[in-house]
């Protein structure tokens, strides 16, 4: 029997010595503990007036403790999926309260003057849990009131499917927890069930290796799975993964074989939304139909899947945007989505026949279609190529490539409609749950909010040695790449020996003003999408900083900087 939100939070909610969540060297965190950080925060957060508190933190722990106190005082959590600035202006209109990790305030709390619009009146009398936001797969993301009605209704229906073959297992998680499949899965599920989790999310799947000698439940996406390592020793994880969950987009064929092949367990899919939650599952070992969740019932609504289910809206029905086609024996398969509209000069222009048409080159592996509001409400097309395609992107050009495209639109689409920016990319971007979403795209036609940094993974810092070490991915749409070169894009040389100076000067200070180069050598191009570790080493007696760029396979490049003495220039 599982418990139900919000809990009273009392100390007998569970002994003392009930392992809440484990770290990732395999430290264990009890209930006793747990309660401690609870108090904590409780203290912190007891002097906020606002009903709205907006909260972030990569710490599981900290997340939930921080939800928990909310709760407690009658306070609404808003879950934003990132603390990125443009999440920021969205998180403003709901409130000016912001808790945990935020930029330049990280670990703080920020209590702004604010003025907060009163909740509707329905969203109060059902006693909001958090307001989450939609991922914005199709324009701006949307502000979900998720009742507790809601939640405990979905976590009931996913203890029923699969507590019996998650049982005694560490949920481990390769997705956010700031998102309506990581929440649950993650956190609200393992809570109320009584189940151990990791604190931390995993950025790479061979930071399994770390926690091997525990029982695990795998919470992941397709990003994840499809791209799981070759080089990775899973003989030795074999027997300690149970089960591995799938959601955020479908998983392909190929890759749910590889995976069953390499871990020896068959992943099961969930299908669901913010909206929703989970409402469906399926095995592609067994059919490649989603199967209903007990306790949810669907139907074709023009086409469309309608649900019905205690986790969406009582006694009525919730019509997706999903084009379905449902069997006799109550299955069904998606076709697509029917919500793919743009409205280019007053006139409706559907997403889904462009992205057709154009995918229908043999060049053209992937391809998306965007509305950009910034350039005058013209179309953009992200190009993800084939292997042929790379290669007439590297000898005829971007601008041969956009004009040979454009021609299959002739006769079939409005020329108003036609793409006047095309980017080409090696990969097309997505986030943790696997989906490529509007804001992910605009990016890559926003010079000013491309990354000029990498995504770090870990920092070490060996103060009496002088040694760093950063080790961090390539994204693939840094700006640095744009034109470095089209359909082989590489970090450029100037930009790594720039990253050592910033990363230098962030771990150790000022160590003066650069004065030359030494030794410098490079051996391997590095390409996006790369884990690579770069390695420092400073020699303060002689101003000189030496480093290496490596990954798992090679050396990439190495060289020394030569610094005058700090201070010394004006």
Not at 263 to 281: D, M, N, P, Q
Not at 305 to 329: F, K, R, Y
Not at 422 to 439: C, D, E, H, L, Y
Not at 445 to 451: E, H, L, S, V, Y
Request: glycine residues 6%; aromatic residues 8%.
């Amino acid at each position: 029997m599982i418990k139900s939100l919000p809990l009273s939070l009392n100390d007998n909610e569970f002994p003392a010595d009930h392992i809440m969540a484990y770290r990732l060297d395999g430290s264990s965190i009890t209930w006793k503990a747990f309660s401690i950080r609870l108090a904590c925060w409780q203290s912190k957060l007891c002097e906020i007036k606002h009903k709205k508190v907006a909260v972030y933190h990569s710490d599981a722990v900290e997340f939930l403790c921080i939800v928990l106190v909310l709760w407690r005082m009658g306070k609404i959590p808003i879950i934003p999926a990132n603390n990125l600035n443009a999440t920021l202006q969205l998180i403003a209109l709901e409130t000016g309260c912001l808790i945990g990790e935020f930029p330049d305030r990280l670990g703080s709390m920020v209590d702004k003057p604010y003025k907060e619009a009163d909740l509707i009146e329905t969203q109060a009398n059902q006693q909001t849990a958090f307001i989450i936001y939609t991922s914005g797969s199709s324009g701006v993301p949307t502000a979900i009131y998720k009742t507790f009605e809601q939640i405990n209704a979905e976590l009931a229906m996913l203890e029923e499917h699969w507590g019996d073959a998650i049982k005694r297992t560490v949920i481990v998680s390769a997705v956010s927890h700031h998102h309506m499949y990581g929440l649950p899965f993650c956190i609200l599920w393992p809570l109320v069930a009584g189940r151990a989790f990791l604190n931390q999310d995993l950025i790479y799947l061979e930071q399994l290796l770390a926690i091997q000698d525990m029982a695990m439940t795998v919470i992941s996406g397709p990003t994840q799975l499809e791209h799981i390592p070759d080089t990775l020793d899973w003989s030795k994880l074999k027997h300690y993964i149970r089960v591995i969950f799938s959601a955020g987009a479908m998983l392909s064929e190929v890759a749910f074989k590889d995976c069953q092949r390499k871990t020896g367990v068959l992943v099961t899919e969930i299908y669901g939304s913010t909206e929703t939650g989970a409402v469906a599952f399926r095995d592609q070992s067994v059919t490649a139909q989603w199967q209903p969740l007990n306790g949810i019932s669907i139907k074709d609504s023009d086409g469309k899947l309608a649900i019905s289910s205690p986790a969406v809206i009582a006694g009525g029905w919730h019509v997706t945007e999903d084009l379905c086609e449902i069997d006799v024996h109550n299955q069904f398969a998606l076709l697509g989505r029917a919500d793919k509209i743009i409205k280019v000069g007053g006139k409706r222009i559907s997403v889904t026949a462009l992205e057709s048409r154009l995918n229908t080159h043999h060049w053209v592996k992937n391809i998306r279609i965007i509305l950009l509001q910034n350039r005058k409400n013209r179309v953009g097309a992200v190009v993800q190529l084939t292997e042929e395609g790379n290669a007439q992107l590297v000898d005829q050009g971007k601008l041969v490539m956009s004009r040979t495209l454009t021609k299959l639109l002739t006769e079939y689409v409005e020329k108003i409609a036609w793409p006047r920016y095309w980017r080409f990319v090696s990969q097309m971007p997505v986030n943790q749950q696997g989906k490529t979403t509007a804001q992910d795209l605009r990016v890559l036609f926003d010079n000013k909010t491309r990354p000029r940094l990498p995504q770090i993974l870990e920092k070490t810092t060996d103060e009496a040695s002088g040694k760093y070490v950063v080790e961090f991915i390539v994204p693939h749409d840094l700006f640095y790449l744009e034109g470095h070169f089209p359909g082989k894009p590489i970090l450029p040389g100037v930009v790594q020996i720039g990253w050592v100076i910033h990363y230098f000067r962030e771990l150790f200070g000022d160590p003066g003003n650069f004065l030359r180069l030494e030794v410098l050598k490079f051996q391997q191009v590095i390409q996006p999408g790369e884990k690579i570790s770069l390695n420092m080493m400073w020699d303060e007696t002689k101003d000189k900083l030496t480093f290496h760029y490596a990954s798992r396979d090679c050396s990439h490049a190495s060289g020394r900087i030569v610094f005058t003495e700090r201070n010394t220039l004006v």
